[in-house]
């Protein structure tokens, strides 16, 4: 989610299969270099091939270019990946398996030009009344506020069953 010259991004921490929970404490969102951060929902060894595939591009990419990619261009590598165009949203993007309720909440709660801390709130507020109403969601969730000069990275509290 998009704020006054910040973003927010947040995921449970709940891994399983179905309705099984193989750990409590998986870590969704992986940081690319100080301005890029992925979240990726799905099957695990999927996320983690992605994410080093990715990893393995942006070092490609400094080695020629000697700078990191612009958020633009990560997301156009990430989008040619995929092979599919992706419209690149300007609020916000939900995914997995409460991205139903997690679309509800984020359109009932964000507004444009959210300092770092409502954004922190707004997110956190809508990751937590989602994965509420989600059995395969849980255990709290990360959420990291990036803006230019600093990143902070906070652990929530949620449902843990």
Known sequence: MVGKNCFAIASDRRLGV???TIATDFQ???KIHDRVFLGLSGLATDAQTLYQRLVFRHKLYQLREERDMKP?????LVS???YEKRELAKDFVVAGTASESLYGACESMFKEDMEPEELFETV???LLSSVDRDC???WGGHVYVVTPTEVKERI???RMD
């Open 72 to 76: 633009e261009t990560f997301a156009n």
């Open 18 to 20: 179905q309705l099984q």
């Open 28 to 30: 969704r969102i992986s």
């Open 156 to 158: 929530l509290k949620g």
């Open 80 to 82: 040619a990946l995929l």
């Open 124 to 126: 956190s507020q809508a």
């Open 136 to 138: 395969l969601s849980g």
